[in-house]
């Protein structure tokens, strides 16, 4: 059974930085992509960045390029996500996900992971 549990999340004045970490268990990590995803009140569930686990291959929204950072640890089965130079637009429910397969999606449609977190607030004040 595949669980994934987020921490980190916090208030941050803008500029500021925080660390969001998912620790996962259960996943077949040579067949997984993992991604952070967000979403603001009355928005829909966006992806900022995405990791092909085993692979190390990323990817980034523009709207976070350059100012975050995925990376995940085989040994702690945990996946980060460092935000750095954050923006009261950055302030949404932060989620981390999982999706597995033969033909493991990579991609940015929230409906094809399967595995999530429950979620953790990330704030930024101006």
């Known amino acids: 059974q595949v669980q994934l549990v987020e921490s980190g999340g916090g208030s941050v004045q803008a500029g500021g930085s925080l660390r969001l970490s998912c620790t996962a268990s259960g996943l077949p990590y040579n067949r997984a992509c993992m991604g952070w995803f967000r979403q603001a009140p009355g928005k829909g569930r966006e992806k900022v960045a995405g990791i092909y686990i085993g692979v190390g291959s990323t990817a980034y929204a523009d709207s976070v390029k350059g100012r975050f950072t995925i990376a995940h640890d085989n040994a702690k089965n945990t996946l980060y996500l460092q935000m750095n130079s954050l923006k009261p637009e950055d302030t949404a429910m932060y989620y981390c996900?999982?999706?597995?397969?033969?033909?493991?999606?990579?991609?940015?449609?929230?409906?094809?992971?399967?595995?999530w977190g429950q979620g953790t607030q990330v704030t930024v004040s101006s």
């Open positions: 996900a999982a999706a597995t397969g033969g033909n493991v999606y990579c991609g940015n449609d929230p409906v094809k992971y399967t595995y």
